[in-house]
């Protein structure tokens, strides 16, 4: 009999950190896009459990968020929730940093990992923690959002993080290879059409001041919400 021959081959798979204080249209959006255009299998979705630059960030607990999370994501088979940025012992800071490389560690040589970010957490990036060793840690997908520009690569880079070579513009994807003082190198993916209006801090608003969400959280969310009286 013959012996049927399985190959696995290797994922692309995109880290995709974030308050998710609640997930919202915009997060699935990017996500969508992100894996449609660069083909990926699956998106991380890590709600993080102390970020470091939001003080005070989160409203909603961890589990409340990873619960949430797990609602919003149901539809789509590449996404899934991941707890790597849960809290840590020691009450520090969840840093990507961290997070990526630890990552990295779990995958198989072959496999390619990216970071997914929105434009707003990118062009804060320089202030990240180790900022230039994490942007050359894996490639990046960079997706637009309304009201926060990013034409000028390169004035956006930390500082230690440079060009390096031809960017690539295609209809919706711009490829930029960057490389830092060791030489390490990788590539950010700047993916130009999302013009997704949700945020979070407005349907927290929008909660608090009239006890309803807005159509930017999918409905399970929105039912999740409600019955756990969340952001009231
Ligand atoms: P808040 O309003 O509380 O700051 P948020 O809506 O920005 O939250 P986060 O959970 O902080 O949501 O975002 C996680 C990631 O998703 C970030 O990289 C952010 O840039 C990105 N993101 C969130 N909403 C959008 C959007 N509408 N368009 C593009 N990117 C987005």
Known sequence: MAQEQFTISAMRIAF?????????RGHLAIAQAAADRLRLDRVLFAPVGNQPLKHDSSVASFEDR??????AIGGDARFQVSIIDAPRHD???NYTIDSICRLKESLKPDDQLFCLVGADSFLGLPHWHRAAELLTACDFIVAS???????????MLPQGVRICGDALYEPGLSV???SNHSGQSSTLYFLPDLREEASATEVRAALASHGASNDAVPPPVAEYIRAHHLYQ
Do not use: E, K, N
């Open 16 to 24: 995709f950190g974030g308050t998710f204080d609640p997930p919202h």
């Open 66 to 71: 990873i619960a949430m999370v797990q609602l």
């Open 91 to 93: 009450d520090l800071p």
């Open 145 to 155: 959002r309304p009201r926060f520009d990013f034409q000028d690569a390169q004035a």
């Open 176 to 178: 930029v290879p960057i």
